[in-house]
């Protein structure tokens, strides 16, 4: 089972904000993404990291990446 939880880390120990539907004792994997440092450039769809990438791949394209390339493909 995978669930997000968000928590306060307060006095060495993870807090959740809401309660979780967990036996006592249960082991659990925490995966820490402290929010504060999520920056304003955020890339739902990846473009900006694929842009970055042009040129540093063996074989891979040397121009911009066409982000319309359904509109090229399908419209006649």
């Known amino acids: 089972m995978t669930t ?5 880390y ?7 904000e809401k309660p ?4 006592e004792k ?3 994997r925490l ?3 402290d929010e504060a440092a ?5 890339d739902p769809t990846g473009w900006k990291a694929v842009d970055e ?3 540093f791949i063996k074989d891979g394209p040397n121009e ?5 390339h359904d509109k090229y493909l399908y419209d006649k």
């Open 38 to 42: 999520v920056t304003t450039d955020h």
């Open 64 to 68: 911009p990446v066409g982000r319309d």
């Open 53 to 55: 990438l042009v040129g």
């Open 4 to 8: 997000a939880v968000d928590a306060i």
């Open 20 to 23: 979780l539907d967990l036996k």
């Open 26 to 28: 249960t082991k659990v």
């Open 10 to 16: 307060e006095d060495g120990v993870f807090k959740p």
């Open 31 to 33: 995966v820490i993404e």
